[in-house]
């Protein structure tokens, strides 16, 4: 595990499987880091929690800290949403919560990762770039008129991450996702980098 050197910037959290006890949690991430046209509403992030072959991982921190969610369907898992809280941006959370999650899907037999991300949001395109995801195609409109969608793709994920392997930091708690196909211990502690 990294030595944890406490700063204002680094803050601390666990990555755990979310619950459905999250969900107000999760909201508060949603608002956070969507616009009122682009946020998942309660019933959509109650249906990732409670579908079937969704991994949902949070991130809890003294406050809610960040959420991914992924569904797997046979060897195609699709990344649907990952969303950090402002005050721990920019610190390798989100690059922790998608390496976690691919390990997770890696785990239920997915080879291949889809996602869809808007063509404006380079923060986004720039973290996934940097796990190794291609872009594939574009959706035109997808999101509204003239908001199109970078459909990008990660292939071999039964051998990643290859060359990718040097901007991926391992992590235990990346390690112990695999191992225990997401069955984390509560309250594990993870320290920001
Ligand atoms: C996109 C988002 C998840 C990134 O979370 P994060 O924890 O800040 O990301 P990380 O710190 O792990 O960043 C990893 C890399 O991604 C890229 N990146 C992340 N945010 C970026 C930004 N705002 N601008 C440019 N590059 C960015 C950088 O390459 C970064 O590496 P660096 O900090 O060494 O330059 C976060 O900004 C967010 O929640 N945004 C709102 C929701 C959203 O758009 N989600 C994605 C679509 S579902």
Known sequence: MSTFEPSPASLRYSLLPARLDDLPAILRLEA???GPDERWSERSWS???????RTVLIARGAQPA???TL???GEVADLHRVVVAPAYRRQGLALRLV???LLAVRHLGARVVMLEVEYTNLGAIALYQQLGFEQVRVR?????TGRDALILRLYDLDTWP???GEAVRDTEADLRAERAD????????????
């Open 71 to 73: 569904s797997t369907v």
């Open 99 to 101: 390496r976690a999650g």
């Open 162 to 164: 290859g060359r990718f």
């Open 47 to 53: 249906g990732e929690l409670l579908g079937e072959g």
């Open 32 to 34: 956070e880091g969507f």
């Open 182 to 193: 997401v069955q984390l211990e509560p309250d594990l502690p993870v320290e920001a980098p």
């Open 66 to 68: 960040g959420v991914i």
């Open 140 to 144: 035109r409109d997808y999101y509204g």
